[in-house]
């Protein structure tokens, strides 16, 4: 294989220019038959192409967080709390995928936002309690309906089946990770 590769670098090396093989061309068909095989990467890049799912996603929903005067971080927390019930700033953190030093920004906004009240542990007064308050179990009323409806478009576009296969899929590869890590 890797002759073979050669073999047509040496060809293409030897191209005119003026038969419509640009330099740019030339060089980009070099570059790839001079990779060998052992610098190639066989699978496709996962994290990258997660990245582009979540940001295809969230086209579609952004803009009705945003309408509600709330960021993508807040509403991740408020979406955790409501799911959870009430929790300690880093089993947010780990649930919601934000670092700890920004959770403590966060939380601080959504606090004198009136989006979530914070107590101290009676027991240990280093350690926070963090609730939704009325406003922000009304808000998640209020937006869960539109929501249902984004998400009733995006199986109508894409199929209910594929929806499911991509939650069955994610949970799983979560699932395979969290085994790994103990």
Same mark, same amino acid.
């Given at each position: 294989m890797l002759v073979v590769l050669r073999l047509i670098s040496f060809t =293409?090396?030897?191209l005119p220019v003026d038969r419509g093989f640009s330099l740019k061309h030339r060089r980009l068909f #070099?570059?790839?038959a001079n990779m060998s095989a052992a610098t190639r990467v #066989? $699978?496709?890049n996962l994290p990258m192409l997660l990245l582009r799912a979540r940001e295809k996603m969230m086209e579609r929903f952004r803009p009705l967080?945003?309408? $509600?005067?709330l960021t993508e971080q807040q509403w991740r927390v408020i979406r955790a709390l409501d799911e959870?019930? +009430? !929790?300690? +700033?880093r089993h947010i953190s780990d649930i919601c995928t934000i670092s700890s030093p920004? !959770?403590?920004g966060v939380l601080a906004r959504m606090e004198s936002m009136d #989006?979530?009240?914070k107590e101290r542990f009676a027991e240990d007064q280093r350690r926070v309690l963090v609730s939704l308050t009325d406003t922000s179990a009304e808000l998640v009323r209020v937006i869960s309906k539109d929501l249902e409806a984004h998400y009733r478009e995006l199986e109508r576009k =894409?199929? +209910?089946e594929i929806v499911e296969r991509v939650y069955r899929a994610v949970d799983d590869l979560l699932a395979g990770l969290a085994e790994e890590d103990k």
């Amino acid at each position: 294989m890797l002759v073979v590769l050669r073999l047509i670098s040496f060809t =293409v090396n030897r191209l005119p220019v003026d038969r419509g093989f640009s330099l740019k061309h030339r060089r980009l068909f #070099l570059f790839f038959a001079n990779m060998s095989a052992a610098t190639r990467v #066989l $699978h496709r890049n996962l994290p990258m192409l997660l990245l582009r799912a979540r940001e295809k996603m969230m086209e579609r929903f952004r803009p009705l967080i945003t309408a $509600h005067g709330l960021t993508e971080q807040q509403w991740r927390v408020i979406r955790a709390l409501d799911e959870h019930g +009430p !929790m300690e +700033p880093r089993h947010i953190s780990d649930i919601c995928t934000i670092s700890s030093p920004s !959770m403590a920004g966060v939380l601080a906004r959504m606090e004198s936002m009136d #989006l979530v009240i914070k107590e101290r542990f009676a027991e240990d007064q280093r350690r926070v309690l963090v609730s939704l308050t009325d406003t922000s179990a009304e808000l998640v009323r209020v937006i869960s309906k539109d929501l249902e409806a984004h998400y009733r478009e995006l199986e109508r576009k =894409v199929g +209910p089946e594929i929806v499911e296969r991509v939650y069955r899929a994610v949970d799983d590869l979560l699932a395979g990770l969290a085994e790994e890590d103990k």
